[in-house]
């Protein structure tokens, strides 16, 4: 019975495919410690260093953290909606000047409840080829017909909603905002402009945006002053919040109806109460303070010659990327290989995040190697 585990197993080593769960000792700042070793963390989405700051978690507990438990004990429909959830929903609300917000356990949850359940049978989603797992895993549980448009290709687009829209009730069109994997943006003004020629609900994950992009750190529609035109907008709290959870923002209708139909925040044990407070005191008192070095952080990144801060560094063979990534741990640099099903076949990645810490001295050697 066991055998076909070891066949998966023998031939995801084979192909250096296998994943393992490495042991970190620490993470101090920009800096990560495995084996003894320090180096220089550049495989977190800790963009804004506000995870694992011990100034800030000692002022947070100190401040407001010891009022709140470490448990909900319930879903959110059940008892586990105390006052904090609501007040973390209606900052966020009114961050972006939506009519209303869901907060989810994470940007995992939300995706996959949100694209499973907002399109049915009958119904159509429309989504870029490189969006997210979980996106992908949503529209798959889901009973609307999918299709996937080649990368950020708005005239691929187009042409599937000329030739697909009318044979549909509902359509919906669903990408991020920035890349998770490649660091490049979605051309947002055109998919504002097609959803409203054909009659489409818009849903943009902003996951790696929230937090780092725009005046108020809400991401690339704030910057695009295109907020009142996304119909549904995903953020999560785990990345440049350094919290843990994500929210859906936008219209009251939609939010109405996932309360009442995503399954994957229906049937779930709410976040932990500690974890809300955090998200919102850092929301509330260190993200206004970031703008400065959220831009300087982008600055290098665009340097770096990506469109954020998030460079990938394409290798295309699994066994030559996880090569260059232990020279680049030789050499005191931390970095992922990320390997298909994560990104296409022959795309093999290391994808260097930077965090706000970072300075362009610490990656001259990385680019000399890389190079
Ligand atoms: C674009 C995008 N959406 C959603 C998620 C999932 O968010 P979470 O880690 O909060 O589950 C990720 C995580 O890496 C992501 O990259």
New binding site residues.
């Given amino acids: 019975m066991f055998e076909v585990y070891e066949d998966c197993i023998n031939e995801l080593e084979k192909h250096a495919h296998f994943r393992f769960i490495r042991d970190i000792e620490k993470k101090d700042g920009k800096f990560i410690y495995i084996k003894g070793e320090k180096l220089l963390n550049l495989s977190s ?1 800790n963009y804004l260093n506000l995870a694992d700051n011990k100034e800030l978690t000692d002022k947070f507990y100190a401040q407001v953290g010891y009022k709140y438990s470490l448990g909900s004990a319930s879903a959110r429909l059940l008892t586990g909606t105390l006052p904090v959830y609501k007040e973390l929903e209606n900052l966020i609300t009114d961050l972006y000047k939506s009519e209303d917000t869901l907060l989810f ?7 996959v409840g949100i694209n499973s359940s907002i399109a049915g049978r009958g119904d159509v989603i429309f989504s870029d080829k490189l ?5 992908i895993d949503g529209m798959r549980l889901g009973d609307a017909k999918f299709f996937r448009y080649p990368h950020n290709d708005m005239t691929a687009l187009e042409k599937l909603l000329t030739r697909e829209r009318n044979n549909f009730k509902n359509s919906v069109i669903v990408s ?1 905002s ?4 490649d660091g490049d943006i979605a051309d947002l003004k055109k998919l504002v402009e097609l959803k409203n020629k054909y009659n489409c609900i818009l849903i943009l ?1 902003e ?2 945006a929230f937090g780092v992009f725009g005046k108020n750190g809400l991401g690339v529609c704030e910057e695009l002053d295109i907020l009142s035109e996304v119909d549904l907008l ?1 953020g ?4 440049a919040i350094g919290s ?3 929210f859906v923002t936008g219209r009251k209708i939609l939010i109405d109806y996932l309360i009442n139909k995503a399954r994957s925040f229906i049937f779930s044990t709410a976040l932990p109460p500690v974890n809300v407070a955090f998200s919102k005191w850092i929301i509330e008192n260190e993200l206004p303070k970031t703008f400065e070095k959220r831009m300087k952080m982008l600055e290098l990144g665009r340097k770096l010659k990506s469109q954020s801060h998030i460079i990938p560094v394409i290798v295309g063979d699994n066994e030559k990327t996880v090569e260059l990534c232990n020279i680049l741990y030789q050499n005191g640099y931390f970095t992922l290989p990320i390997r298909p099903p994560t990104v296409p076949v022959g795309t093999s990645r290391i994808r260097l995040s930077l965090t706000a810490d970072i300075e362009e001295k610490d990656l001259e050697k990385l680019c000399s190697i890389i190079g």
């Fill in positions: 989405n356990n994470s940007g995992y949850h939300a995706n969006n997210h797992a979980s996106i991020e920035v890349f998770s994997m994950d996951a790696h995903v999560t709290f785990g990345k843990t959870g994500a």
